[in-house]
């Protein structure tokens, strides 16, 4: 008996299971959607497909739901899913009840080939856009579905960048693109030893099994060790029709918290590229910012993205963390999620929404009721006045002082001989969970502070500084050089995530207490264990 689909349109009706029945992600979808806030068309396989998929190797009812489910989007966006005239790409979400950020998997532009390709300069007259998401499909795909290793597609994006001379994939024109979408097609055929799929629907119903499968990665499994997730249960699979923001021009990808994650401040804390998709965001790969850049470039979006962030606070009474989207100068919106945020956030935050009236004091007690509000404190530098070695991006605050280990390994064996550590890392992906748990700070020369990597470190009340210019690692040697000066692994290093500061050695640190939130706190509930002094 097929399990069925639940629809992500407009005036479609919500489950009555909730979250538990479909993931978090397409619940929040579905309530979005309902509110007449931009989500492109979806519909959602729920939860109890996960645990049917992961026990069973052949599925016809799993095909047939597909289908129907595509037959849902081609009505709601007019295109046709495997045209070669409107061609219709789609993305496979994970989300699982409780949210999960970037321990599972996705593929996007699912559902393009070599004559689809074709076809899709043809629609949108934009070659650049087709070829860049074709080799992104055939790179997903490999390593996300196939399982194959990365390093021998992104060796290829390097050769490619090398010869055009440029830093980013982005930089690239449809010319070389073209090339490198071919070249990629021809590796995955001598690694994997089978061509790539050409037909649209065995790409989509082989990226689904993969995401259903993905909640038993090893890196899910470990940060639901970590934040006390029953293993039990699984994903729902969220398919979404495309949008694109590597379409150039006022286009690009972002990711935005309505309210600071470290610090609880109001106001947008955003990252965004231009010419970009979400995965370049969140994947941490890049240097990200670009939120000025976008706020003069595009005034009237960003005027937008501050209405949406209002809208989704007044419809989930939290602060939000949302993926949007702008393809040529319009606004959607991906997903939506309660923000991980650290515990002095999470007072500030909840204070702040009890005297805007969006929360009842009851409520912002339960909500911290998990935090132990006697130990919330912020450490800071004792002698702000020290040069650092280098700075970088602030993406939790804090201080933390340890001995540089530059992988997860060297973090653990570390830590278990109880030593504090600070994982130095070009880019942290999520991959690197036993390594962050392991460690009191983290440090990248890439990324940006909204990446699911400095997500899952804020949450796990870590600092983190990424982004830093100055830093270089070189592996072989097992050494790092910081702002000019080379340091072996095991040498200490302190971070700053109040002044963004990276410094050699050990700093001397002070401790403050929320004193504002915890009085407030304690004048809400007399017995609140938040004495101030």
């Known amino acids: ?49 996960c645990r049917r998929v992961r026990t069973q190797a052949d599925d016809n009812d799993l095909e ?68 860049d998401c074709y080799r992104r499909l055939v790179q997903g795909y490999a390593h996300v579905v196939q399982g194959l290793p990365s390093d021998a597609f992104d060796e290829l994006v390097a050769g490619a960048l090398s010869r055009a001379g440029v830093e980013a994939e982005r930089e690239l024109d449809y010319v070389i693109l073209r090339q490198l979408a071919r070249d990629l097609l021809a590796r995955f055929g001598e690694v994997a030893g089978i061509p790539f799929p050409d037909d649209p629907y065995e790409q989509l119903r082989r990226a689904t099994v993969a995401v259903f499968r993905s909640w038993n990665a090893p890196k899910a499994l470990t940060y639901r060790a970590a934040s006390g997730i029953e293993h039990e249960g699984g994903t729902g699979a969220t398919i979404q029709s495309m949008v694109f923001g590597n379409a150039s021009g006022p286009s690009g990808a972002g990711v935005a918290f309505t309210r600071d994650p470290a610090t609880g401040a109001p106001g947008l804390y955003l990252d965004f590229e231009f010419n970009a998709q979400g995965e370049d965001v969140v994947g941490g790969r890049l240097v990200t910012g670009g939120d000025r850049r976008l706020r003069r470039t595009l005034p ?18 939290d602060a939000q963390d949302f993926e949007f989207t702008i393809q ?66 602030v993406a939790s605050i804090g201080v933390a002082v340890g001995a540089i280990a530059l992988d997860s390994n060297a973090a653990k064996r570390m830590a278990n001989a109880r030593m504090p550590v600070i994982l130095v ?25 909204t990446s699911h990597a400095a997500v899952v470190a804020r949450q796990l009340g870590k600092v983190c500084l990424v982004a830093c210019p100055d830093l270089e690692i070189d592996l072989s040697q097992r050494s790092c050089r910081i702002g000019g000066k080379t ?25 403050e207490r929320p004193e504002r939130e915890l009085s407030r706190i304690a004048s809400w509930h007399p017995s609140a264990k938040c004495a101030t002094g």
């Open 1 to 49: 008996m097929s399990l069925g689909l639940y629809k992500i349109v407009p005036q479609s009706a919500l489950p009555k299971g909730g979250p538990a029945e479909v993931g978090n992600k397409a619940w929040n979808l579905m309530r979005m959607c309902a509110a007449g806030l931009p989500v492109p068309p979806a519909f959602v396989l729920p939860i109890e497909w």
């Open 64 to 131: 047939r739901t597909l289908l129907s489910g595509i037959a849902t989007l081609e009505a709601a966006t007019g295109l046709g899913f495997g045209s070669p005239r409107h061609p219709l790409l789609v993305s496979v979400r994970s989300g699982a009840a409780v949210s999960m950020p970037g321990m599972m998997e996705t593929v996007l532009n699912i559902g393009i080939n070599a004559e689809i390709v074709e076809g899709l300069i043809g629609y949108i007259g934009n070659p650049r856009l087709a070829w």
């Open 300 to 317: 009237s979006v960003w005027a937008q993205l501050e209405q949406a962030g209002q809208a989704l606070e007044a419809l989930f009474h």
């Open 328 to 393: 040529s100068g319009i606004l959607y919106l991906l997903q939506s999620r309660s923000a991980k945020r650290t515990p002095w956030a999470a007072l500030r935050i909840a204070v702040d929404q009890v005297d805007e009236g969006l929360i009842s004091p009851s409520e912002a007690l339960s909500r911290l009721a998990p935090i132990d509000l006697e130990s919330v404190v912020r450490t800071r530098a004792a002698d702000p006045a020290i040069e650092p070695l280098a700075r970088a991006q």
């Open 425 to 449: 890392r070009r880019e942290a992906e999520t991959a690197d969970i036993s390594g962050m748990t392991s460690a009191a700070g983290i440090l990248t020369a890439v990324g940006g502070r």
């Open 487 to 511: 340091m072996q692994e095991g040498e200490f290093v302190s971070l700053d995530g109040n002044s963004a500061g990276v410094y050699a050695g050990k700093i001397e640190i002070l401790t």
